[in-house]
T-cell receptor
Framework: KQEVTQIPAALSVPEGENLVLNCSFT??????LQWFRQDPGKGLTSLLL?????REQTSGRLNASLDKSSGRSTLYIAASQPGDSATYLC???????????FGAGTRLTVKP | DTAVSQTPKYLVTQMGNDKSIKCEQN?????MYWYKQDSKKFLKIMFS???????INETVPNRFSPKSPDKAHLNLHINSLELGDSAVYFC?????????????FGQGTRLTVV
C-alpha cells in the first residue's frame, strides 16, 4: 500500500524567504501527484498537479518537482508571504487511479 | 457554481444516532471519494466509487455505508454513531483515465458526536 510522508511537519519562516516542502512516497508506480493547500477550518484548494511523465510544474511563486524513481516531490515557494500560511498537503494517485493517498501535511507559518 | 458540495457543513448529534452526509459534484467526473480528517489533521481515504461502483473500502467499520445513486452523488450514511466518529469528513471527485486530472474537494462536514 502506498505510504506518503511529508517533512517537515511544521515550518516557520520570516516573510520573504524562499522555502521547500518535501513529500516522499513508497511506491513509484504513480499516476500523478497533486499539491493542496488547506486553511484552518476550510477545505482543500488544489495548487499544482504533476503527471507521472512530468518533472515539474509552475504556478506563480510555486514550483513543484517530481522525481518518480526516487519517490520524491518538492514544493518550492518563492518570496513567501504571510498569506501563504496554511497546511500544505501532497496526494499521490496510484495506477488504480481511484486510490489517492495523502501525506500528513506541513503546517507553514510565514511571519510578517 | 460550487464544483463539489457537501451538506450539512456542521453536524452535532448524540451517540447511537444514525446520520447521513450528502455529496454532489457538477464536474461530470466518474470517480468520487470520502475522506476522514481526524484531530491530527491526517486525511485518510474511506471509500472510492467509480461510476457508482465501490472500488476502495479502506477497512472502515460497516456502520459506515456509502451510497451512490448516480455518478454525480456519493452519500455517506453512518449508523450507531460513536464518539470516535467525530471528525471532518471530506467528499472529493476526479476523472479516471486522465493523467492530468485534478481532484476537487468539498468544504467538509464537521461531525461532532456527544
Amino acid at each position: 500500500k502506498q505510504e506518503v510522508t511529508q517533512i517537515p511537519a511544521a515550518l516557520s519562516v520570516p516573510e520573504g524567504e524562499n522555502l521547500v516542502l518535501n513529500c516522499s512516497f513508497t511506491d513509484s508506480a504513480i499516476y500523478n501527484l497533486q499539491w493542496f493547500r488547506q486553511d484552518p477550518g476550510k477545505g482543500l484548494t488544489s495548487l499544482l498537479l504533476i503527471q507521472s511523465s512530468q518533472r515539474e510544474q509552475t504556478s506563480g511563486r510555486l514550483n513543484a518537482s517530481l522525481d518518480k524513481s526516487s519517490g520524491r516531490s518538492t514544493l518550492y515557494i518563492a518570496a513567501s508571504q504571510p498569506g501563504d500560511s496554511a497546511t500544505y498537503l501532497c496526494a499521490v494517485r496510484g495506477y488504480n487511479n481511484n486510490d489517492m493517498r495523502f501525506g500528513a501535511g506541513t503546517r507553514l507559518t510565514v511571519k510578517p | 457554481d460550487t464544483a463539489v458540495s457537501q451538506t450539512p457543513k456542521y453536524l452535532v448529534t448524540q451517540m447511537g444516532n444514525d446520520k447521513s452526509i450528502k455529496c454532489e459534484q457538477n464536474l461530470g467526473h466518474d470517480t468520487m471519494y470520502w475522506y476522514k480528517q481526524d484531530s491530527k489533521k491526517f486525511l485518510k481515504i474511506m471509500f472510492s466509487y467509480n461510476n457508482k461502483e465501490l472500488i476502495i473500502n479502506e477497512t472502515v467499520p460497516n456502520r459506515f455505508s456509502p451510497k451512490s445513486p448516480d455518478k454525480a452523488h456519493l452519500n455517506l450514511h453512518i449508523n450507531s454513531l460513536e464518539l470516535g466518529d467525530s471528525a471532518v469528513y471530506f467528499c472529493a471527485s476526479s476523472q479516471s483515465g486522465l493523467l492530468n486530472t485534478e481532484a476537487f474537494f468539498g468544504q467538509g462536514t464537521r461531525l461532532t458526536v456527544v
